[in-house]
């Protein structure tokens, strides 16, 4: 199943969204652009059974698992145009040392990135019923030991 951008941003896709800022003009946003549409191509390519909500917020997208740009969201995806990606996940309500705890990342490697979105999309529990996903969760696991 695609990234689907939340309904109340149905005007343009997501795709259509960042392909206009890798159209501009200014050499980071263009940067951004083209790194978000790798970004959301992986997703794609990754989550064929998922559901997953995309809202922008400037360059940023934020990853629901509902279709409300009102409820919380799990995961922040960022590019910041220089070939480096960066991720910040909610921490779960029962694991934060303090209200509203979150982990942050960042890699240069889109593969590594691909891991790292697992990671925070199974460990924010935000998709907790997907088999996928945890099927996903469970083979990087596997590569740690």
């Known amino acids: 199943m695609p990234l689907i951008r939340c309904s109340e941003q149905k005007r343009q896709s997501l795709e259509e969204f960042y392909t206009q800022c890798a159209s501009e003009n200014n050499k980071i946003s263009s940067g951004i652009g083209k790194s978000m549409l790798k970004i959301i ?53 029962d694991s934060q040392p303090w209200e509203n705890a979150s982990v942050k990342g960042a890699t240069k490697s889109i593969e590594e990135f691909k891991k790292f979105i697992i990671i925070a999309m199974y460990e924010s529990r935000g998709w907790q019923k997907s088999e996928e996903l945890n099927k996903w969760f469970t083979q990087i696991k596997s590569e740690w030991k």
């Open 41 to 93: 191509d992986v997703i794609n390519k990754t989550f064929t059974e998922t559901i997953i909500y995309g809202l922008t917020s400037h360059d940023f997208l934020l990853l629901h698992s509902e279709d409300n740009s009102m409820s919380n969201w799990h995961v922040i995806l960022i590019a910041n145009g220089l070939e480096e990606y960066h991720i910040e996940y909610q921490m779960t309500k």
